[in-house]
């Protein structure tokens, strides 16, 4: 029987009450002893508010309850778990679902019986209150500092906090603000501007990439003619800006200027939507739609699918089709295919591969179950442990996919007269039916369509060379 010990302290009660990660870790280690539980592992959130669950060891502590591997939690008091009645109550209605039991070190609870359900539910709501309060308190001195002129939360990029919680310049990094508001009044677009950002060499406080919705942020922040917004309020004068308030309200005349507040007027659908697999990367094509108006009024559409992993991973011209040239290439498809020459030796191939995928998957969760009873026991580390299973369920979810794939189970081989009526039915009336019709069969009939590697590309579209080189049917 495995013990999970739970522990979480958050700053203020670390130093105010002694709930030490240290002082816990040693009391509980006593408790259990002193209950004869050899087996027991630790769950250490540090410096987290108890008011929600949404806590990374927490988290964990609940997933491995539910795999079966903890059958007693265990805290030092019950406040430590939460201060929420609700979460109170989903949290043991859980462990009552998985077969878990929870205990607390200094109090004692029977949430088997009706008393003792309602006295733990006092308890919490105490804890909650308590919480709460602190929570009116925390906001009103936050409220008071904005007024004070002071800066709570993190200062914005270009500028630091000094001793007094006020801002003062980072003469390194308000350089690149400066450069920000440069390049949009010049007329470039938020994402023109990050990619210039990104071959400077000024770069972002986390990652080493720039992110659009830092540089918007940014942008709109009224830090950068020296004002504070706080709760939907703002504070003028709390520190040096680097522009005028007439300024700033300009700069946001520009950046609302160039934003597309056209509406659509175009009912068109994509017949292929998520439909088209990238020959180069594997992954599925978005779609996109560009129109221009004829002179005689009426209003062109072309849509056509664009591979977006590799636009965004810098291929120069990542792979694109027309929704045309698509329609072509699977009405020649579909009017050659032939399923019969080589469905049998298919189906016997694939019989013997998945005996092998089979075996390996059964011995793949005989050494999970091992890694689980190694792990219980501390005969290895959490972080061997972590990477053992890691590696494993790896492993595990590719020969899965790979057997899911091989469709060899009854219910799920396909047809081939099936498929051959659906070309049949496909080659007939396919190109008389309406846009919305087309992409009803497609989206009704089609998993996947995966083409050739085109020869060569013109003007960013691969049209040369291509042909469908596959189908995978529903």
């Given at each position: 029987m495995t013990v999970g010990i739970y522990i979480r302290v958050s700053t203020d009660e670390q130093v105010q009450d002694g709930y030490s990660i240290s002082a816990q870790r040693e009391r509980l280690t006593a408790f259990c002893k002193a209950q004869g539980w050899e087996d027991y592992k630790f769950y250490v959130d540090e410096g987290i508010s108890g008011r929600s669950t949404k806590r990374p060891y927490f988290q964990k502590l609940l997933k491995d309850i539910e795999k079966g591997l903890i059958k007693i939690l265990l805290v030092y008091r019950l406040d430590r778990l939460t201060r929420?009645?609700?979460?109170?109550?989903?949290?043991?209605?859980?462990?009552?679902?998985?077969?878990?039991?929870?205990?607390?070190?200094?109090?004692?609870?029977?949430?088997?019986?009706?008393?003792?359900?309602m006295f733990i539910t006092i308890v919490a709501a105490i804890a909650e209150w308590e919480s709460a309060n602190l929570g009116e308190r925390v906001k009103m001195g936050q409220i008071e500092k904005a007024r004070q002129l002071e800066w709570s939360a993190q200062p914005p990029y270009g500028w630091i906090k000094d001793e007094n919680h006020k801002l003062k310049i980072n003469e390194e990094e308000i350089k690149a603000v400066k450069l920000m508001v440069k390049k949009i009044k010049e007329g470039y677009s938020f994402r023109q501007l990050v990619n210039y950002l990104d071959s400077s060499e000024y770069k972002p406080k986390r990652g080493y990439k720039w992110h659009i919705r830092t540089v918007m942020d940014l942008m709109h922040n009224p830090a950068l003619y020296g004002a504070m917004r706080w709760k939907d309020e703002i504070y003028e004068g709390t520190h040096e800006g680097i522009m005028s308030l007439e300024e700033f309200e300009r700069l946001q005349r520009i950046i609302s200027s160039r934003q597309n507040q056209k509406k659509r007027h175009i009912s068109s659908h994509y017949i292929y939507q998520t439909k088209i697999v990238c020959p180069y990367c594997g992954k599925?094509?978005?779609?996109?739609?560009?129109?221009?108006?004829?002179?005689?009024?009426?209003?062109?559409?072309?849509?056509?699918?664009?591979?977006?992993?590799?636009?965004?991973?810098?291929?120069?011209?990542?792979?694109?089709?027309?929704?045309?040239?698509?329609?072509?290439?699977?009405?020649?498809?579909?009017?050659?295919?032939?399923?019969?020459?080589?469905?049998?030796?298919?189906?016997?191939?694939?019989?013997?591969?998945?005996?092998?995928?089979?075996?390996e998957l059964k011995r793949i969760e005989n050494e999970r179950e091992k890694y689980q009873r190694a792990w219980a026991k501390d005969l290895i580390t959490d972080d061997e442990f972590t990477n053992r299973m890691n590696d494993s369920r790896q492993l595990h979810e590719e020969i899965t996919l790979k057997l899911n794939s091989l469709n060899l189970k009854k219910d799920e081989i396909t047809n081939t007269d099936e498929i051959k009526e659906i070309a049949k039915e496909f080659s007939n009336n396919f190109a008389s039916l309406t846009q919305e019709y087309k992409r009803?069969?497609?989206?009704?009939?089609?998993?996947?369509?995966?083409?050739?590697?085109?020869?060569?590309?013109?003007?960013?579209e691969s049209i040369k060379g291509i042909k469908i080189t596959d189908i995978n049917f529903y």
């Amino acid at each position: 029987m495995t013990v999970g010990i739970y522990i979480r302290v958050s700053t203020d009660e670390q130093v105010q009450d002694g709930y030490s990660i240290s002082a816990q870790r040693e009391r509980l280690t006593a408790f259990c002893k002193a209950q004869g539980w050899e087996d027991y592992k630790f769950y250490v959130d540090e410096g987290i508010s108890g008011r929600s669950t949404k806590r990374p060891y927490f988290q964990k502590l609940l997933k491995d309850i539910e795999k079966g591997l903890i059958k007693i939690l265990l805290v030092y008091r019950l406040d430590r778990l939460t201060r929420s009645v609700r979460d109170l109550h989903n949290t043991l209605d859980y462990l009552d679902k998985h077969k878990c039991t929870f205990r607390s070190a200094t109090e004692i609870y029977d949430t088997s019986t009706a008393m003792g359900r309602m006295f733990i539910t006092i308890v919490a709501a105490i804890a909650e209150w308590e919480s709460a309060n602190l929570g009116e308190r925390v906001k009103m001195g936050q409220i008071e500092k904005a007024r004070q002129l002071e800066w709570s939360a993190q200062p914005p990029y270009g500028w630091i906090k000094d001793e007094n919680h006020k801002l003062k310049i980072n003469e390194e990094e308000i350089k690149a603000v400066k450069l920000m508001v440069k390049k949009i009044k010049e007329g470039y677009s938020f994402r023109q501007l990050v990619n210039y950002l990104d071959s400077s060499e000024y770069k972002p406080k986390r990652g080493y990439k720039w992110h659009i919705r830092t540089v918007m942020d940014l942008m709109h922040n009224p830090a950068l003619y020296g004002a504070m917004r706080w709760k939907d309020e703002i504070y003028e004068g709390t520190h040096e800006g680097i522009m005028s308030l007439e300024e700033f309200e300009r700069l946001q005349r520009i950046i609302s200027s160039r934003q597309n507040q056209k509406k659509r007027h175009i009912s068109s659908h994509y017949i292929y939507q998520t439909k088209i697999v990238c020959p180069y990367c594997g992954k599925r094509c978005t779609s996109e739609r560009t129109t221009w108006n004829n002179k005689d009024g009426t209003v062109k559409i072309n849509n056509a699918y664009r591979c977006q992993n590799c636009a965004l991973n810098g291929v120069n011209q990542p792979f694109r089709l027309r929704e045309i040239h698509i329609t072509e290439m699977l009405l020649e498809y579909m009017m050659n295919v032939n399923l019969e020459k080589s469905k049998k030796k298919k189906t016997d191939d694939k019989s013997e591969d998945v005996d092998k995928m089979k075996q390996e998957l059964k011995r793949i969760e005989n050494e999970r179950e091992k890694y689980q009873r190694a792990w219980a026991k501390d005969l290895i580390t959490d972080d061997e442990f972590t990477n053992r299973m890691n590696d494993s369920r790896q492993l595990h979810e590719e020969i899965t996919l790979k057997l899911n794939s091989l469709n060899l189970k009854k219910d799920e081989i396909t047809n081939t007269d099936e498929i051959k009526e659906i070309a049949k039915e496909f080659s007939n009336n396919f190109a008389s039916l309406t846009q919305e019709y087309k992409r009803l069969f497609v989206q009704s009939h089609i998993e996947c369509i995966q083409v050739e590697k085109p020869e060569f590309k013109i003007k960013g579209e691969s049209i040369k060379g291509i042909k469908i080189t596959d189908i995978n049917f529903y």
